[in-house]
């Protein structure tokens, strides 16, 4: 693709309706059928939002020959809109992308939150650190949705007999909170979606960076989104 076409990272996209238009439907601009598998290799959980580990340069990471991915799962006796109350992140292994083998919770149980919201997964010399979204608070009586990014490192992948294994002796810490100025917090929320979540690792020129998804606080006596400019509610 052009510089022309391709704006630097960041920026704002400079592509016209035109522009757009000139893209024709190929194999490679067309995204592949995906159809369900012919089983369903792990009916006892919902899997949803799913990551797979990563090396420190972005790459996937390959641990003898697998390949480990993390997902929020949930219970599949549950009904679907329920699962945000109850997940915890779920790990699987496959050594071909076809068949994978379920390798059982990552956490342990140790996680912060009462529950665990999506992330991404860091592998590193054997190592590996997860991050992710510790939902509500532990031990809470009523659900809360209050969001934190946490991260857990001290964890291990090992591959023996029966494929992978994750373990170690997993500490977990708070590393962002949303500060109720630059980020809203679930306080400040005026009945729009309510977002600190979603934390995903990266390095940009020998930098490490988390990006993460959140609000803005509103700010006060600002009108409903839909009233004209100025006007107080």
Sequence with gaps: MSEEFAPGFGA????SREQAGLIERAPETVAPIIYPP??????????????????????IATIDGWRVVLSLTA???????????????????????????DLGPVLDGGALG??????????????????????????EHDLTYDQQIAAATGGRITVGENGPRIEGQWSHEVILAPDGERYETSEQTRGMIY???????FEEDGESYLLFEANTPVPEGAGACDEPKGQQP
């Design 12 to 15: 704002a996209s400079g592509w």
């Design 195 to 201: 977002t600190f979540r979603d934390p995903w690792f």
């Design 114 to 139: 009462s529950r665990q919201w999506a992330g991404s997964a860091l592998y590193e010399d054997g190592e590996l650190t997860v991050f992710y979204t510790a939902a509500g608070h532990a031990g």
């Design 75 to 101: 219970p599949s006796e549950l009904l679907p809109g329920k699962r945000h109350d109850v997940a915890e992140i779920r790990a699987f292994g496959s050594r071909d992308g076809r068949e994978w083998r």
């Design 38 to 59: 012919e089983r369903d290799p792990t009916p006892h959980v919902h899997i949803w939002d799913t990551w797979l580990c990563r090396e420190r340069d972005g790459s």
